[in-house]
């Protein structure tokens, strides 16, 4: 199947790749506007030309592509909100030194911290200037207090401050995670120093956070157990702060962190027993277009219930597709529907495309529908129930190619047992899920179920149980498992390829799954002569020295840290599979280091050194040592002084003031990140 020569999958792909061009080709809003237009009017032109003509010709469906891709540009600039003038980006520049009255509306809130509870919130005032936005409001943890609702009015005088961008290198990026969701700043505070002005809902945010509540509020005076309560919570309202942090981790080494998510797999299980509940439409006159509206009425219902999640309102979309396709009985390709879903949900949320879940999920279904039909053709099963089976096997089986190297690339390991697990829960789940919507629609009605929860409580402790035991198997997770996103396209081009020739079996499909092997080795040879490079970093960690000499493949980490959690420390995990380094070694900080004939001099807390018969280019101040930072510059001339996150914060400030004076450079991890040298 040449999928290209459907128009509405074209135009998806041009759509994607007008918004991945802006995003990072940074296209002015006015250039991807004109283009825009000019396109529509040139298209319209065509048009007209071809129907007097009774003909289209190649230059009117290259013009809809052209305009396709400006509209993928122009949609990515017209969701950018800080095009808008009453952005509060546009009032920023004195509130980010000086505290100013905020007025905010929470708008949802989020896993609380270590520190702080956590709320996305909208700025409707800064002082007295009427301004919109997201911002992130980080509030003190504090027992006495309750937490803030959806919708609630408050007012608070803080700065509004730039989130910062990671310190180290390979690190998570929370900045350009936060700022895909347009949240570009955070506000610190705390309960006493914050005014609430109401608290009454009156966005459909805050009317669906109430209506969660109410149905949470009725789901406590249930015999649910604890643990039960925080799975149903997860599996059907979205709410995942109840589940226990060990839980998670255990779904997460398992495989199967993507059940406590509400996404495809949710929505498809629900769209199942829907259309199973309502099939007795199906005999009525007009029955399926009744059916249909019920089933579109009842799946963006329960968007709205869950707090209109990312996860949710993609796969309700995807799903509300195929339903009217599935429903009404029209002639569709699968392929169609997926790319209709994706025009829309891109059209209105053009940052999807950067979004992993939005990424896996349609992998994940892309896969299923292309390659299950090729595996469930191994095997011919001969009962209902091996066929249930291995139904469930090719599907499992299916998904996990599709989302494979992605998932690799993103989290960096594979649990060997996810097949067992996956095989074992996804069955049930369908029963849990029924299960739970009983449960809560009783419960809403007052009525007993002690029944029903002493059924869930049984399939809950099963499910748990399974993934514990597939969880505790370490040796079987595989972990830090280095990938680049060239090899990650190389991969997809090896699984397409494959899948195609199984497909029909010729020689120029053979052609090109031998030159995606090629590539794929290609791939390999590029890192690997990609990580053969020189470097000497100093990482940023409070109260800690970390120094990294790089050389080819291995890593040699001279620290201060507890050696027995040395192997266990993110940064350096981080750095190590990114930058494909098989071999670390570990030593202590010594007084010297000599990086490409640049001479390095580290000062420690005794604040002793001797002046080496060569000049120190750098200086690393670490341990807070009491020196006299002007003296020492006029005795060694060195060239840049650097200071890292063992340091107190007094003396840096100190440091840098000196530094200034000097007209000399000053680095401080704590502020400009880690420090590398390179060839």
């Known amino acids: 199947m040449k999928l290209l020569n459907f128009i509405i999958i074209k135009l998806t792909v041009c759509l994607i790749l007008g918004i991945v061009t802006s995003y990072f080709l940074h296209i002015p809003f006015h250039i991807a506007t004109c283009t825009t237009f000019l396109g529509l009017l040139l298209l319209f032109i065509l ?7 009774f003909q289209q010709n190649i230059w009117f469906g290259a013009t809809v592509l052209l305009t396709t891709f400006f509209l993928g540009s122009f949609t990515y600039h017209l969701h950018d909100q800080k095009n808008f003038k009453r952005h509060y980006s546009q ?38 200037i009427p301004v919109q936005g997201k911002t992130l409001l980080n509030v003190q943890i504090d027992s006495l207090s309750s937490p803030f609702k959806v919708d609630d009015i408050i007012v608070t005088q803080s700065t509004l401050k730039a989130i910062i961008p990671p310190l180290n290198p390979n690190q998570f990026d929370y900045k350009a995670y936060l700022e895909k969701q347009s949240i570009y700043h955070q506000l610190f505070t705390s309960n006493q120093e914050i005014f609430t002005l109401n608290s009454k809902p009156y966005t459909l945010l805050g009317y669906a956070a109430s209506i969660r509540e109410h149905i949470l509020r009725k789901l406590r005076n249930t015999h649910l157990e604890k643990d039960d309560f925080a799975m149903l919570s997860a599996l059907l309202l979205g709410q995942r702060q ?12 398992a495989g199967v962190i993507h059940i406590l998510a509400i996404s495809g797999l949710h929505i498809g299980i629900i769209l199942l027993i829907l259309n199973l509940v309502l099939k007795p439409l199906d005999y009525m006159p007009r029955g399926r277009f009744y059916k249909t509206i019920l089933i579109l009425i009842m799946l963006w219902g329960f968007v709205i219930i869950t707090g209109l999640s990312a996860s949710v309102t993609r796969a309700v979309t995807m799903f509300s597709v195929l339903a009217i396709g599935m429903n009404l009985k029209r002639p569709s390709n699968i392929y169609n529907s997926i790319a209709v879903s994706v025009f829309i949900l891109l059209l209105f949320k053009p940052l999807f495309i950067f979004d992993v879940g939005f990424q896996l999920s349609y992998l994940a279904v892309i896969a299923i529908v292309s390659i299950q039909p090729l595996l469930s053709k191994v095997y011919k099963p001969k009962t209902k129930f091996d066929k249930l089976h291995w139904n469930i096997i090719t599907v499992t089986i299916a998904a996990q190619i599709g989302v494979l190297p992605l998932s690799i690339y993103y989290f960096h390991q594979f649990p060997l047992l996810f097949f067992v697990s996956n095989l074992l829960v996804i069955p049930i789940l369908g029963l849990v899920l029924g299960l739970g919507l009983l449960i809560i629609i009783l419960s809403l009605l007052n009525t007993s179920n002690s029944l029903f929860t002493e059924a869930f409580h049984y399939l809950i402790t099963y499910m748990q149980s399974v993934i514990a035991w597939t969880a505790d198997k370490e040796d079987l997770i595989i972990r830090n498992i280095p990938l680049s996103a060239f090899m990650v396209l190389a991969f997809y081009l090896l699984i397409i390829s494959t899948v195609r020739l199984f497909g029909k079996r010729s020689l120029r499909r053979l052609s090109w799954l031998m030159a995606s092997v090629i590539l794929l080795q290609i791939t390999f040879i590029y890192n690997k002569h990609k990580s053969h490079k020189d470097a000497f970093i100093i990482f940023h960690k409070n109260r800690s020295s970390i120094l990294g000499l790089h050389k080819i493949n291995q890593i040699s980490i001279h620290h201060n840290l507890d050696p027995t959690n040395i192997s266990q420390e993110k940064i350096l995990q981080n750095y190590a599979v990114e930058n494909f380094v098989s071999k670390i070694e570990v030593a202590s900080i010594k007084d010297l280091y000599m990086i490409n004939d640049k001479l390095l001099l580290v000062i ?19 341990n807070s ?15 840049y002084i650097i200071a890292d996150g063992s340091n107190y914060k007094s003396y840096i400030e100190t440091w840098e003031a000196t530094c200034q004076k000097e007209k000399l450079p000053f680095h401080h991890t704590g502020k400009k990140g880690a420090f590398i040298i390179t060839d």
């Open 242 to 253: 109840n589940i226990d942090p060990i839980t998670y981790e255990q779904f997460t080494n």
């Open 91 to 128: 009032h920023t520049k004195n509130t980010e030194t000086k505290s100013s009255l905020l007025s905010l509306r929470v708008r949802e809130q989020l896993k609380t911290g270590m520190y702080h509870d956590k709320y996305v919130v909208d700025l409707i005032k800064i002082d007295s």
């Open 47 to 53: 048009y007209r030309i071809s129907k007097s003509k």
């Open 625 to 639: 040592p009491k020196i006299n930072l002007k003296r020492l510059i006029d005795s060694i001339h060195p060239k």
């Open 604 to 622: 420690d807390s005794l604040g002793a050194y001797n002046v080496p018969h060569f000049r120190p280019h750098f200086i690393l101040l670490r």
